[in-house]
């Protein structure tokens, strides 16, 4: 975890992010983290972050490895465009992009030298400006 406060003559910054991975059993852990970052000056901005996940992998064979993942991004206020990837809609108080990603990464060793891998992913991305979606 870390908390992180700047003051300045601009503008007045705010950021803390945590993680935590916990193990139920032997092959599986599960995962979560987050981010929040809080700018406030001339404009005020808001960024965060969430993610929760699950990884995979069998300690007796260890043929097959997983990793599935929830992301939700949200970035609202100040020049969203340039937040988390970029976005359409410029700089003013009233725009806002939300995200919703969900991925799943999986390997499967089938012999030393054959490994076979897929990953998949599904993305929503919706963003506002001045009531325009």
Do not use: C
């Amino acid at each position: 975890a870390r908390v992180e406060g700047r003051v300045g003559e601009a503008s007045d910054r705010f950021l803390t992010t945590a993680g935590v991975a916990w193990k139920p059993s032997q092959d599986w852990t599960l995962l979560a983290r987050q981010a929040l970052a809080i700018t406030k000056g001339e404009e005020e901005r808001k960024q965060g972050r969430f993610q929760l996940g699950a990884a995979y992998r069998p300690t007796k064979n260890d043929k097959l490895n997983a990793l599935m993942k929830y992301e939700y991004r949200y970035d609202s206020g100040g020049d969203v465009g340039s937040g988390f990837g970029g976005g359409l809609f410029g700089g003013d108080d009233n725009s806002a992009r939300k995200v919703h990603l969900f991925s799943l990464d999986t390997n499967y060793q089938l012999s030393a030298s054959t490994q076979f891998m897929l990953h998949m992913a599904w993305k929503k991305a919706t963003e506002e400006s001045d009531g325009i979606k």
